[in-house]
């Protein structure tokens, strides 16, 4: 590997540029509460066809690993989470903004952020390679039944009716055969329609999916919404006693963030309560949890930061996405060409150390620039809805546009948008969609594969050491999730 | 619209265009020489076939679920008007063209829908707003990615 192309590659002025816009859109969309993360980096996957892979790539993961920090701005200001993975600030942010000052609660945030970001991306320097020299001894069952895993792990962890989820998995993995076969060269359900040919276009998808709906439920707050706040100092800083004072739940958070990373399904929303839970139980201060103390804003931020480098681990050593948001960011792959996976690293070694270096660059833009911009980034929460939403849905309309100039792509996405918008109201799990139609051909193609190996046989996926051992961890799983369900009801009956 | 009954209509519908998926892609992959029975049907037939359980499997937990809420679809009429909006929109540029022209009007038609306001300085606003999203995208999309519009 040729360390001086690495990093005259990174430190280009046109990655450096994307890095920083990347932290800004995120930054900025990050804490605009409804909105969230897949918002973030969904609307910054149409540039990805202009630019190069590795920009792609670090302009969409300086997005997410902004925007999970941006989610605790709305959350310390308003009280109201910018992303699922904020929740957990608020017991402690807002509080301590209301009886202090919103800057401290927003510093604690920041540090707290940057410290789990650097960790994940540490965790995915480390692991990312040894995963990815395991990954060569798989072959296509293991890869099958690894698919299976992430849709189901994305189903039945991240969603309260698991049936439902489930639902949305075959939903997505049915739009995922949309298009030409790969063996055979036949049509799939194109109705007709030859720019289906190549399959639904993953950025009219995402958007549909995940921006056009949630624009719809915004509108259902009101176009006169508009959300305030008591403005009192957004000043930045703490002394290094307070410091002092947060650094076993800013460890704890990033232990636990990277490790719940790593595993597809949870994400950082999970990472963020573990975080949190795990601070309040090895703090000396249990019951100031919920009062303002800042160790329950340092536990769930560098939690929710740390599983956005823990989440590429998988993506870049098996091919398998993480979380739902990096399901978007194998998507910039895909543009470019690029199969994730265990040979990326042998077929494309200076892109993958670019990727796994320049995850600590966004790192430290998402704190250079969230020191400096927050004060203005709380301005936008405040805009109101009969602004906020013309606006994003034009940006998200010229987004679907920009991928292939048809305005039949833009059709599609608002198809889908109000598919998922009516969908999601019954709660049908949308990132469970998106996960599904990401995985959905590289399940199909491995199970095709391993059959035409066994001659139809099923056996093969029980008579490989691996796959048998998949095969175990996906009924344990399952059958998890079934005991959890059938827990409640039997306390209520006793 | 109760959430039980929602629900069974989502389930219905569901299990309908799984039907339709299979059975269409029967038909447009019928034909030509079968050299394997792991052909393109496979991989959506076990998918219809899923789907379909699974639809059954849930129509019975929603029945069997105590109680019953109410599907509320609040400010709907904002959701419609802007839905329609945004179909006239994508047909007036599909078969007129004039983008910038088009975009303008659509925005400005949305910020009066919306704030629902015409005095002078409300339209000098709205119209200033606009302006500068349309600069925005041109310089975003054709000047910096090269996108025609």
């Avoid at chain 1, 293991?142 to 849709?151: H, N, S, Y």
């Avoid at chain 2, 088009?102 to 000098?124: D, E, P, W």
Wanted: contains cysteine; glycine residues 10%; positive net charge.
């Amino acid at each position: 590997m040729d360390i001086a192309a690495l990093f005259s590659e990174l430190f280009s002025l046109s990655t450096l540029f994307f890095i920083a816009l990347g932290t800004f859109v995120g930054l900025i969309i990050g804490a605009l509460p409804g909105l969230g993360t897949m918002f973030a980096i969904v609307m910054l996957l149409p540039i990805t066809y202009v630019i190069s892979p590795l920009d792609s790539v670090l302009l969409l993961l300086a997005a997410y690993q902004a925007s999970e920090y941006g989610g605790s701005i709305s959350s310390i200001i308003l009280g109201i989470p910018g992303t699922p993975a904020a929740a957990a600030t608020v017991l402690d942010g807002y509080t301590l903004a209301k009886n202090e000052s919103p800057g401290k609660a927003i510093t604690y945030s920041l540090i707290a952020s940057t410290i789990g970001g650097i960790f994940g991306g540490i965790v995915l320097i480390f692991l990312s390679k040894p995963l990815a020299s395991f990954g060569l001894k798989l072959s296509d069952p293991e890869f099958f039944l690894i698919c299976i895993l992430g849709v189901l792990a994305v189903g039945m962890l991240s969603s309260e009716d698991k049936t439902k989820s489930l639902i949305s998995v075959v939903f997505g993995l049915i739009l995922g055969t949309i298009g030409m076969d790969v063996f055979t060269g036949k049509m799939r359900f194109t109705l007709g329609f030859l720019e289906l040919s190549d399959g639904i276009n993953i950025v009219a998808l995402m958007i549909g999916v995940f921006a056009f709906s949630e624009i719809l439920s915004m509108l259902e707050e009101g176009p006169d919404k508009r959300h305030s706040f008591d403005k009192r100092s957004l000043k930045f800083g703490i002394t290094w006693k307070e410091f002092s004072g947060v650094k076993k739940p800013i460890s704890l958070g990033s232990l636990i963030g990277s490790v719940v990373g790593v595993f597809p399904g949870l994400g950082a929303p999970a990472a963020s309560w573990f975080g949190y839970v795990a601070a309040k139980r090895f703090s000396k201060k249990k019951e100031l949890f919920g009062k303002g103390n800042p160790e329950g804003i340092a536990g769930p931020e560098s939690a929710n930061n740390a599983t956005v480098g823990g989440s590429l681990v998988p993506l870049l050593s098996l091919g398998i996405p993480g979380s739902p948001a990096v399901a978007v960011i194998m998507g910039a792959f895909i543009i470019h060409g690029i199969q994730p996976g265990p040979l990326v690293f042998s077929n494309e070694t200076t892109l993958v150390y670019s990727i796994l270096y320049g995850f600590l660059l966004t790192t430290v833009a998402m704190y250079v620039l969230g020191r400096m911009l927050t004060v203005f980034f709380v301005k936008a929460i405040i805009v109101p809805y009969s602004y906020l939403v013309p606006i994003v849905l034009l940006l998200l309309i010229m987004g679907v546009y920009a991928s292939k100039q048809l305005i039949f792509e833009i059709s599609l996405a608002f198809v889908l948008g109000v598919i998922c918008y009516f969908l999601k109201k019954l709660d049908f799990s949308l990132p469970s969609i998106v996960m599904a139609f990401v995985l959905g051909p590289i399940m199909e193609e491995s199970l095709r594969r391993s059959l035409s190996l066994s001659q139809g046989s099923y056996a093969i996926f029980f008579t490989r050491p691996y796959s048998l051992a998949l095969v175990i961890i996906i009924a344990v799983i399952v059958l998890v999730s079934l005991v959890k369900k059938l827990g409640p009801s039997k306390h209520v009956s006793s | 619209m109760s959430y039980k009954r929602a629900t069974y209509v989502a389930l219905s519908l569901l299990m309908v265009f799984g039907w339709v998926y299979a059975v269409s892609i029967h038909i447009t992959t019928s034909g030509g020489a079968r050299n394997s029975s792991i052909g393109p049907t496979y991989f959506p037939d076990l998918l219809a076939v899923l789907l379909t359980v699974l639809c059954i499997v849930s129509f019975f937990q929603t029945a069997r679920k105590k109680g019953d809420s109410i599907v509320r679809l609040h400010y709907f009429k904002y959701v419609l008007i802007t839905l329609s909006l945004i179909v006239a929109y994508l047909l007036a540029w599909y078969y007129i063209g004039y983008f910038y022209i088009l975009t303008f009007v659509f925005l400005m038609s949305l910020f009066f829908i919306y704030r629902r306001n015409f005095s002078m300085k409300q339209i000098a606003k709205n119209i200033a707003i606009a302006c500068s999203m349309l600069l925005v995208i041109y310089l975003i999309f054709e000047v910096a990615m090269s996108i025609p519009l």
